[in-house]
């Protein structure tokens, strides 16, 4: 009985482990331009209307591991007739989020209240805005071989 019992065991837990292993049967095709501009990477063009010339705008762009911590690439961008807008390049395909914040006293970083609440406007790629800290989840867009434009509230 106990054989019958580890062999079902031992068969099932199989069966859960081989569904859980990634296949993928249809690979995506691209063609030879397809092919240079994920080598190369594409261009990412995020626009924020800003309430105030004042300061500067910082944008940051990120994967799921930096998210909320140092950028892969952070921008400064000018507000010029209440819009500031920056260009990421080359950045390669995969999935990535932007995180922005308005500087209106020119320190260069984000500013917060004692209890944890920013001082300064913020916006956060796909525009959901949220009680809290924002969320990779919220934030994530996917970049494939075309130029992307985003605009960004805050």
Do not use: C
């Not at 010339?53 to 209440?82: A, C, N, P, Q, Y």
């Amino acid at each position: 009985m106990k054989t019958i019992l580890f062999t079902l065991v031992l068969s099932l837990t199989a069966l859960i482990m081989t569904a859980q292993t990634e296949t993928s049967l249809d690979e995506p095709t691209i063609t030879a331009d397809q092919a240079e501009i994920a080598t190369e990477g594409i261009s990412i063009t995020v626009t924020v209307p800003v309430p105030s010339d004042k300061g500067s705008v910082f944008f940051s762009l990120h994967t799921k591991e930096t998210f909320m911590r140092k950028g892969l690439t952070d921008l400064e961008g000018e507000i010029i007739d209440g819009k500031a807008t920056v260009v990421f390049e080359n950045v390669p395909v995969g999935t990535y989020g932007v995180l922005l914040f308005h500087d209106t006293n020119g320190n260069k970083k984000m500013d917060f209240e004692s209890n944890g609440m920013p001082l300064e406007m913020y916006g956060v790629s796909n525009n959901v805005m949220s009680y809290g800290p924002p969320m990779w989840s919220d934030a994530k867009f996917d970049v494939a071989t075309a130029p992307i434009n985003l605009e960004i509230r805050m």
